[in-house]
């Protein structure tokens, strides 16, 4: 059974914030761990907006809220977690540091479990099977000249989040999605700030604010 949510922003709205905590069903607050991959960037556990995220997390209660750093820290803790959270950053620099440390493979073992798994953004984007699009859009961000761009693949569903801001900003982005698409075969799902996806086994819901 998969539990996995997929968003541009983190805990944007009430309806993605709900369906995080119904991914965790019953909850202990006081003693569930929430675990914060911080590894999409390269200042860490240091980095104002883990920090940010950190305290986000708390307000919804949770007591155990622990700031992960893949390169460092006992990976173990992982299997104990009630939730995984992956934040936003760099897309590369996440996934390097995942198949450095083989947390890539503990990660997809606990979907397959039914951990809930929380991918923001570029911890969205790693969560798919790929980075093909942007190493095609955005070739600078491979700081390490990746050539395998598989990802952790534990859902099919590749996203380009932030979509309603970035193409505005970019007016080349929409036509370079739609090429890459008719190019490779592969869809891209399009997420405004606003919006994410539950995965559910194999049922995927779009979720989108109600005012």
């Given at each position: 059974?998969?539990?996995?949510?997929?968003?541009?922003?983190?805990?944007?709205?009430?309806?993605?914030?709900?369906?995080?905590?119904?991914?965790?069903?019953?909850?202990?607050?006081?003693?569930d761990q929430v675990i914060i991959i911080v590894n999409s960037v390269k200042?860490?556990?240091?980095?104002?907006?883990?920090?940010?995220?950190?305290?986000?997390?708390?307000?919804?209660?949770?007591?155990?809220?622990?700031?992960?750093?893949?390169?460092?820290?006992?990976?173990?803790?992982?299997?104990?977690?009630?939730?995984?959270?992956?934040?936003?950053?760099?897309?590369?620099?996440?996934?390097?540091?995942?198949?450095?440390?083989?947390?890539?493979?503990?990660?997809?073992?606990?979907?397959?479990?039914?951990?809930?798994?929380?991918?923001?953004?570029?911890?969205?984007?790693?969560?798919?099977?790929?980075?093909?699009?942007?190493?095609?859009?955005?070739?600078?961000?491979?700081?390490?000249?990746?050539?395998?761009?598989?990802?952790?693949?534990?859902?099919?569903?590749?996203?380009?989040?932030?979509?309603?801001?970035?193409?505005?900003?970019?007016?080349?982005?929409?036509?370079?999605?739609?090429?890459?698409?008719?190019?490779?075969?592969?869809?891209?799902?399009?997420?405004?700030?606003?919006?994410?996806?539950?995965?559910?086994?194999?049922?995927?819901?779009?979720?989108?604010?109600?005012?």
């Amino acid at each position: 059974m998969k539990n996995i949510l997929l968003s541009s922003r983190a805990f944007i709205n009430k309806e993605i914030t709900q369906s995080f905590l119904n991914m965790l069903g019953d909850i202990d607050f006081a003693s569930d761990q929430v675990i914060i991959i911080v590894n999409s960037v390269k200042e860490g556990k240091k980095h104002p907006k883990m920090i940010e995220l950190q305290q986000t997390v708390r307000t919804l209660g949770f007591e155990n809220v622990v700031l992960f750093d893949v390169l460092s820290d006992n990976s173990d803790i992982l299997k104990t977690a009630k939730a995984i959270i992956l934040n936003g950053g760099y897309e590369f620099l996440l996934l390097d540091s995942l198949r450095k440390t083989g947390v890539i493979r503990i990660l997809q073992e606990l979907a397959l479990r039914g951990t809930p798994l929380y991918g923001i953004s570029a911890g969205a984007i790693v969560l798919g099977p790929d980075l093909d699009l942007y190493d095609e859009l955005y070739p600078e961000d491979n700081f390490n000249d990746d050539v395998d761009m598989s990802s952790i693949s534990v859902t099919d569903i590749r996203i380009y989040p932030h979509y309603d801001v970035h193409s505005k900003l970019d007016h080349r982005l929409k036509n370079a999605i739609d090429e890459f698409e008719k190019e490779t075969q592969k869809s891209i799902t399009r997420l405004t700030n606003e919006q994410g996806i539950l995965i559910e086994d194999n049922k995927n819901i779009l979720i989108s604010p109600t005012e």
